[in-house]
């Protein structure tokens, strides 16, 4: 019979521990707060066996006894230390140990933290399990409470990545409502108002995924009025020319702008995906003779 590991004979003693019956002088709380320290000691042994499930799953225990033991502070922590090691290949169950974070985080109106943690939710289901939705979801949740503790660029961040999505997601109208609120919210700062025209650019993209030149002109000026150095920026002329082209049905027009940006700015994927979708509307676009 092979020996036990470490880490699993220190999961015996937690488990061991954690069913025993509280003697005449202990209390019960003391009895799942040894069990929680054993079952954090096990965590560590897995981790360094680089068994990342059995870890996650210790932390996850030790978690539960520090909520037997009403201590919030430590079983958000033993929950984050959970996601952690489900991170390496269990996504879902970094995603399920991640919210009961946030549920302790909330609780103690730490919404700072719990922004954190929604994020990284937002970029597990992004990167990992490419749900787009659920992405979307977590990163407009995490800007909001960014935005309610003052952490104005960090809500920003999150609420670009959102519109992002919303775009892919062919959320058209929701992306712009998006796009905007970051432009509004990065106009006031020295620091972040050179970026505004990169968000007011994708808005007007949307409304040309859209069908809807006549919406992209009206925001190309309503944003010019809102910043007047916008209306002479490579990113304002360009939506100029391709609205035109797209309003003359000019598909040459419009490939031979769309190049000569990409030589000057480099389109990003993001970009490039929308301008290929408005080209493609645009061809699909019945003709009247």
Same mark, same amino acid.
């Given at each position: 019979? #092979?020996?036990?590991? +470490? ?7 937690? /488990? ?10 202990s209390s019960s709380s003391s ?21 990342? *499930? ?24 033993? !929950? !984050? ?9 269990? +996504? ?5 140990? @991640? ?12 919404? *700072? ?17 490419? /749900? ?12 909001? !409470?960014?935005?309610?503790? /003052? ?17 892919? @997601?062919?959320?058209? #109208?929701?992306? =712009?409502? *998006? ?8 106009l006031s700062s020295a620091l ?9 650019? *994708? ?9 809807? +030149?006549?919406?992209?002109k009206r925001n190309l000026s ?23 082209? =797209? ?22 994927? !993001? ?14 676009? +019945?003709? =009247?003779?």
């Open positions: 019979m #092979p020996s036990k590991s +470490p880490a699993q004979a220190a999961l015996e003693k937690a /488990d061991k521990k954690a069913n025993s019956s509280s003697g005449w002088f009895k799942y707060e040894e069990a929680g320290d054993l079952y954090q000691q096990a965590a560590n042994l897995f981790k360094m066996e680089k068994l990342f *499930r059995e870890a996650g799953d210790a932390h996850a225990r030790e978690a539960e006894c520090r909520e037997k033991c009403q201590e919030s502070n430590e079983a958000a922590q033993a !929950w !984050w230390n959970a996601a952690k090691a489900y991170k390496r290949g269990h +996504p879902d169950l970094a995603i399920q140990a @991640l919210s009961q974070t946030i549920t302790h985080l909330t609780k103690a109106g730490r919404f *700072r933290q719990a922004a954190d943690r929604e994020k990284e939710i937002g970029q597990i289901y992004l990167q990992e399990l490419n /749900d787009l939705r659920k992405a979307c979801e977590s990163y407009e949740r995490a800007g909001e !409470w960014y935005a309610q503790e /003052d952490a104005q660029a960090t809500a920003n961040a999150c609420f670009k990545d959102a519109a992002d999505l919303h775009a892919d @997601l062919e959320e058209y #109208p929701q992306a =712009i409502a *998006r796009y905007e609120q970051v432009a509004d919210g990065s972040t108002k050179y970026s505004v025209k990169e968000y007011w650019l *994708r808005a007007c993209l949307c409304a040309l995924a859209m069908g809807d +030149p006549i919406t992209a309503k944003y010019s009025s809102l910043d007047t150095t916008f209306s002479s920026t490579r990113e304002a002329k360009f939506i100029n020319i391709i609205t035109d082209a =797209i309003e003359a049905g000019d598909m040459e027009t419009l490939t031979a702008a769309v190049y000569e940006y990409d030589q000057v700015m480099k389109l990003d994927n !993001w970009k490039t995906n929308i301008l290929l979708k408005i080209k493609k509307g645009i061809q699909e676009e +019945p003709t =009247i003779i």
